[in-house]
């Protein structure tokens, strides 16, 4: 079938205003937030309104054998997301709708295409939310769903697949499928929503998410804590984990990180002259508690525990310098990459092994005459690097290296952004051929001819 | 092959003192505790020591095209990990090690074969302790980890599923592969570990499983709140959930199983005669603080929200009788089997759904002339009937009733014990036939031949 003759279908299916080709594709469409744009021209991007147009996109893709992408709002960093060469794009943005608020089960029904925010505002006056803050509010929740974002909260909360309940998914043949529902538990037959969930659009199109929310807690206070050097800072957070002060966020941002958060928000925190000037990295903990005594006796016993454990300072910060001081540190990616940063990386290691790592990264960015800057989730031993090196191929070696120690100490190359096309190669060959290939079988039972968000992850063949 | 031929090569493989057959098994080896049981002749009962132990059996079983049933303790209670007739158990007893225990990443490794018992007592004097308490202490992790086994305290710290991060696994062409690891998140591929975790054996043979474990809390308390029916019980539940009070524990009894409970444990709690004669059921909740201010703030919180919701009274039982009541309550499930219940059922629902599926239960209980009793993980919706119904049509009957009517209300047959052979009719006839079939094609990855735990969960042929 001639391109024209497609299109034309396709706009008999869906409706002229769902079929964006050619001139008519919005740019913003066509990336992500990855680092390395890719110049690509799909055939259309297409915004399905309802699960019946999901269906039917799945049919005629399936059909003509084209490619199919599913998108939501484009926050990913990984190039997971990124149209195919003459491929088609699903674009979940008008399907952003909440389909219901649950008080009593604390449970949601949503539509993928919502965002953060617009769920986050749904949320208010029923006391509930939904905890995982990925740092992106912009983000959708589709998206959230298939890269298994995480986040600064997920030390207390855990990350997007520890809240998603259930999901309604089209498969390539065109057929709906639920699995799971709005209850905690289950155990009749395999989860095949943790299946999807972290599977980067590459199994099934997910149309409806059935989310855990958590109640509010009324009270929140936010610590901050200078060091004189990251280790120290590392080594202090087992410890905070082991006190059961549950903190929300526990996040570790080196002196430069700090400094660019701090600068590009234009944030005073009052930290001591002297004090400024022997520290190498700050530690931010945001405890919430469901009574006001209940966060002094925690900011208390908090504090007694960074003062034994080598914190120069320690500062409970005003709210509105808290709000804005978190608020920075979400934007702390933009600022890299505004700054020119050439990766972005987010390995996680064990926790107790984040000290380990930083060193040993440190010295092998030293060895490639290359930069890291970088904070972390370092609760969860979520490490993010901002790495400073232009030459392709040296920093692709230091990549590697740097992949290869944190797989060695037991970890992963991502713990939130997903591997997409960026880490692919660094991802195929430092995972067991074994376990590959079991997920390649895996990915043949939902999508036997590859059609659906080909070339990244799994899929080696080199995009068209 | 004939048997001799195939036992003395199982014995050459293994060592004698790994291969039981005929007079030599152990009777104990042959059940679960499900109240059906099935009279079955296995070729030999193995208990491998090691990973290489598993795949030799696996290569074994493959070769001679025999089935593998894969065994804790056998505490399963629907039929999961019942041998089959003429084929081979591996019972993971002898695999029972702890491997290691992390302070600091709050992480054990261990054997499958481990029980809780075993681990709980591991974990002592480290501060840490694995929280999914399924009310056995003998059942071993491998059973809880292929049942997704839940319990008491799954309210607050969640079920097996999410304390599992990582498996090592033997697949039936008797190669090993490991998912996951020490980390607390990985957004690095499919989340095989998740795939495996409920899948009741059908998958792999788990060799290993590296778990998640939590602080020690070091102060709790446990509230008991007498009301005069059940619904009232049942409606305050959702309040309590959302009152930040993160209960440990959140538990029902209607009034004659909490006779049966403290009548069998020679417990007297105390209450009030007068309460007594007006109480229909209990609702018991537990809380954990780090501190001995936070609990009592937390006690009287608690206090004011049950008398504001109709608690005739409520106790903050003595640690003694407070332990002596949820190690009572934990054997419920004996109590009913020595009363003579004809079926136990873990239907969930959503929690605000329960007091709906007890009223509607009783209703078709009565209707089938059945009696029906019960208590429940109500914070998390799951619902423990013990069914009183000797005609095994009318007792099918009304089952399937309570099943399609929990599965109405969005929830599912089983909430922890699985659907082994026990509830495998109902939820094959139940479920949407894509979600079986594409679990079915899972299902062929790991083991083609369909030999690895057979005849239960998706597979409907006759067991021989």
Redesign the interface.
Same mark, same amino acid.
Do not use: M
């Given at each position: 079938m001639e391109t024209h003759e497609l299109l034309s279908e396709l706009t008999r299916l869906l409706g002229a205003d769902a079929v964006a080709s050619g001139e008519s594709i919005n740019p913003d469409d066509l990336h992500d937030e990855s680092l390395h744009q890719r110049s690509v021209t799909p055939l259309a991007v297409l915004r399905p309104r309802s699960t019946a147009d999901v269906q039917a996109i799945a049919r005629f893709a399936s059909q003509h054998g084209l490619a199919l992408t599913p998108r939501g709002s484009g926050t990913g960093l990984s190039g997971g997301a990124t149209p195919v060469n003459g491929g088609l794009v699903v674009s979940f943005s008008k399907m952003n709708h909440v389909l219901s608020i !649950?008080?009593?089960?604390?449970?949601a029904v949503v539509q993928p295409g919502i965002t953060l925010r617009e769920l986050d505002e749904a949320l208010k006056g029923h %006391?509930l939310r939904y905890p995982v803050y990925p740092g992106e509010l912009s983000g959708s929740l589709g998206g959230n769903v298939n890269?298994? @974002?995480?986040g600064m909260r997920?030390v207390r909360h %855990?990350?997007t &697949?520890?809240h998603i309940l259930g999901l309604e998914m089209v498969l390539m043949d065109g057929?709906?499928? &639920?699995?799971g529902?709005?209850?905690? =538990?289950?155990?009749? #037959?395999?989860?095949?929503t943790? $299946?999807v969930?972290?599977?980067e659009g590459t199994?099934a199109l997910v149309t409806e998410v059935t989310l855990k929310l958590s109640?509010q807690?009324?009270h929140a206070a936010t610590v901050l804590a200078p060091f004189s050097s990251v280790q120290e800072v590392t080594t202090v957070v087992?410890r905070i984990?082991?006190?059961?002060?549950e903190p929300a966020i526990l996040e570790y941002l080196d002196v430069l990180t700090m400094a660019s958060v701090t600068n590009a928000a234009g944030l005073e925190l009052g930290v001591d002259a002297a004090v400024a000037q022997q520290t190498l990295a700050y530690l931010i903990i945001v405890l919430e508690t &469901?009574?006001q @005594?209940?966060l002094e %006796? !925690?900011i208390e @016993?908090l504090g007694e525990l960074l003062d034994g454990a080598g914190a120069l300072d320690v500062y409970v910060l005003p709210s509105h310098s808290a709000t804005a001081l978190i608020e920075a540190r979400e934007r702390a990616f933009w600022n890299a990459k505004a700054a020119g940063a050439h990766e972005i990386i987010d390995v996680?290691?064990? &926790?107790? =092994?984040v000290p380990n790592f930083i060193e040993r990264a440190q010295e092998m960015a030293l060895a490639h005459e290359s930069f890291l800057v970088g904070c972390g989730h370092v609760g969860?031993?979520?490490v993010h690097f901002s790495l400073y090196q232009p030459d392709d191929e040296r920093r692709a070696a230091l990549l590697h290296e740097l992949f290869a120690y944190a797989v060695s100490l %037991? #970890? @992963? /190359?991502?713990?939130?952004?997903?591997?997409g096309m960026d880490k692919q190669a660094d991802?195929l060959a430092l995972? !067991?051929p $074994?376990?590959?290939d $079991?997920?390649r079988? /895996? =990915?043949k039972?939902?999508d036997p001819r590859g059609l659906l968000n080909p070339y990244r992850?799994?899929d080696e063949r080199p995009s068209p």
């Open positions: !649950d008080e009593g089960d604390h449970v %006391g890269t298994n @974002a995480g997920a %855990g990350v &697949r520890q057929t709906v499928v &639920r699995s529902g709005p209850v905690v =538990k289950s155990s009749s #037959g395999y989860d095949l943790q $299946l969930v972290g599977s199994l109640p807690l009324e087992p984990v082991s006190s059961g002060l &469901r009574t @005594a209940q %006796g !925690d @016993a996680v290691v064990p &926790r107790s =092994k969860d031993g979520n %037991g #970890g @992963a /190359i991502s713990g939130e952004h997903g591997i991802f995972s !067991d $074994l376990l590959i $079991l997920q079988q /895996i =990915k039972v939902f992850l799994l």
